[in-house]
């Protein structure tokens, strides 16, 4: 049994559930909902926004990022030359 299903199995979640993850078409209500057993509690439903908030932040941050540095790339291209 690979370490993935034993922990699956000790939180009481199937193998199907994990490969939807993987794969992108579980939510985390989802899981959250599905490993709980039932609905989450308020509190712990304004943190799962949060966390989605600063994820998205966060990702759009990088991209940023991402384009300033080729917009640097392409400068030092261009003294260089």
């Known amino acids: 049994m690979c370490p993935?299903?034993?922990a699956l199995?000790?939180?009481g979640s199937s193998g199907s559930?994990?490969?939807k993850f993987r794969?992108?078409?579980a939510t985390s209500d989802h899981l959250a909902e599905t490993a709980a057993?039932?609905?989450l509690r308020e509190a712990e439903r304004a943190e799962l926004?949060?966390?989605r908030r600063g994820t998205t932040e966060k990702n759009k941050r990088i991209r940023e990022l991402k384009m300033e540095?080729?917009?640097l790339?392409?400068?030092m291209v261009l003294w260089v030359k």
């Open 69 to 71: 540095r080729g917009v």
């Open 4 to 6: 993935h299903e034993t």
């Open 73 to 75: 790339k392409r400068c």
């Open 49 to 51: 926004e949060r966390l």
């Open 17 to 19: 559930l994990f490969w």
């Open 9 to 11: 199995t000790d939180f």
């Open 37 to 39: 057993g039932g609905l």
């Open 23 to 25: 794969h992108g078409s």
